[in-house]
Each structure stands twice: as structure tokens, then as C-alpha cells.
């Protein structure tokens, strides 16, 4: 698996990324909201550079100009619902892009620590042939992402494979380069330091659908 840690330089992403953890900051959720968006746009910036182009010829009012344009398709996939705002930050930027949304969830059986993971709720383009972006702000575990992943590419083979998440612990990286093609590329605005005893990422953020659209029941 390829990775790409895009906190290793200084830029404005680090500047997101402080607001979306501080707690004062968080209060405000439509802050949280566009503040995840503008990462996730960022990343697509980052991300468009590695896709393929082709050459095109564009008319202009006073002549031509040669240029490059996007090549392959894309279908941006997001795991609901933590993953909306990031998949509108893509979107803006892979504007022409096709879209997915798939449900993940942690499901306790015995109301204890332990817990699988269930994907029930999908409605995907079709990604076959086609640049796939997986986006969900928060790698803890990566149990979420590989069933997701699993799931999607049962009868379909894309052309490339990106996963975009904002925070990442190093174990959800170790799993997924465990469980993944090596062909695939992980973004990651951030690698935080561990997983706690509830395989929650510390430092972390908290819940990210909870600071974007309220707690759930």
C-alpha cells in the first residue's frame, strides 16, 4: 500500500486540522462541517496530481490552447455518515465525479467492547474501470474501511483504489496493509499517536458525525 501523510510539511491543512480537535472550536458545528470540507478538498488537490491525463485541445474567443484534462472516470464512495462533509470536499474539486454512500457501523452483540462491523445501506455507481475514492474522516481500526471495500468491489474491478481519511492510527494503517492490495493508496491528513482500550483514536477528535450532525441515539 502506497501512503500519503500529507501533515509531514507545514501548510493550511494544519491549520484545519487544529481547529477540528480543539474542543472550543467544536462547538460550533457548522464550523466542524466546512472545516472537513476544506480538508477533504485539499487532499483532492493533493490526489489530483497522481491521476492520469490526457492531452486535449480547448477553443478559446481568440484561438486554441494545448493543455491536459482528467483522464479516468472517478466515483467518490462515502461511508455514512461521518464520511458526508469530507465527501462534499472531494466533490467540489472532482466535480465531474460519480458518487456512492455505503453504511458501516460498529455492532456490539453483547454490549461489552466488542464489536464487528456491519455494511448494510449502498447506493454506488458503477466503479468498474474507474478511479474508486473511499472517504471516511477517521482510520481507527480499519475494520470499517475493509468490509467497505470488500463489499464494494464483489463484482466490479476498479482502476485504482484511493482511501482518504483526515485522522489515522497507526493500527488502522497495519490493518489495512494487511487486508488490501498493495496497488491501493491511503491519504491521510494526520497519524495520531494510538487506539485506547475502545478503539477510539487518541489524540483523535471525538466523533466526527456526532461534531458534524449531532449525537445519534
Not at 77 to 104: K, M, P, V, W
Not at 189 to 205: Q, R, T
Amino acid at each position: 500500500m502506497q501512503i500519503h501523510n500529507l501533515s509531514e510539511s507545514d501548510s493550511v491543512l494544519n491549520h484545519f486540522l487544529a481547529q477540528i480537535r480543539a474542543v472550543d472550536v467544536q462547538k460550533d458545528s457548522m464550523r466542524f462541517r466546512r472545516n472537513i470540507e476544506r480538508i477533504g478538498e485539499i487532499m483532492a488537490y493533493e490526489m489530483s496530481k497522481i491521476f492520469p491525463y490526457e492531452a486535449v485541445t480547448i477553443k478559446t474567443p481568440l484561438g486554441t490552447k494545448s493543455t491536459t484534462s482528467s483522464k479516468d472516470a472517478t466515483v467518490i464512495c462515502s461511508i455514512l455518515r461521518a464520511g458526508l462533509t469530507l465527501h462534499q470536499g472531494f466533490l467540489n474539486y472532482f466535480d465531474a465525479a460519480e458518487n456512492g454512500f455505503i453504511s458501516a457501523y460498529r455492532h456490539h452483540p453483547n454490549n461489552d467492547d466488542y464489536f464487528d462491523i456491519l455494511v448494510e445501506y449502498q447506493a454506488i455507481a458503477d466503479i468498474e474501470g474507474k478511479n474508486l475514492l473511499l472517504v471516511d474522516p477517521m482510520l481507527a481500526t480499519g475494520q470499517s474501511i475493509v468490509a467497505v471495500y470488500n463489499k464494494i468491489i464483489e463484482n466490479k474491478k476498479p482502476a485504482s483504489v484511493h482511501i482518504a481519511v483526515v485522522i489515522a492510527a497507526p493500527e488502522g494503517i497495519a490493518y489495512l496493509k494487511e487486508h488490501l492490495p498493495n496497488t491501493c493508496h491511503l491519504w491521510i491528513a494526520a497519524i495520531d499517536e494510538k487506539l485506547n482500550e475502545k478503539s477510539y483514536i487518541v489524540p483523535g477528535l471525538g466523533d466526527a458525525g456526532d461534531l458534524a450532525y449531532g449525537p445519534k441515539l
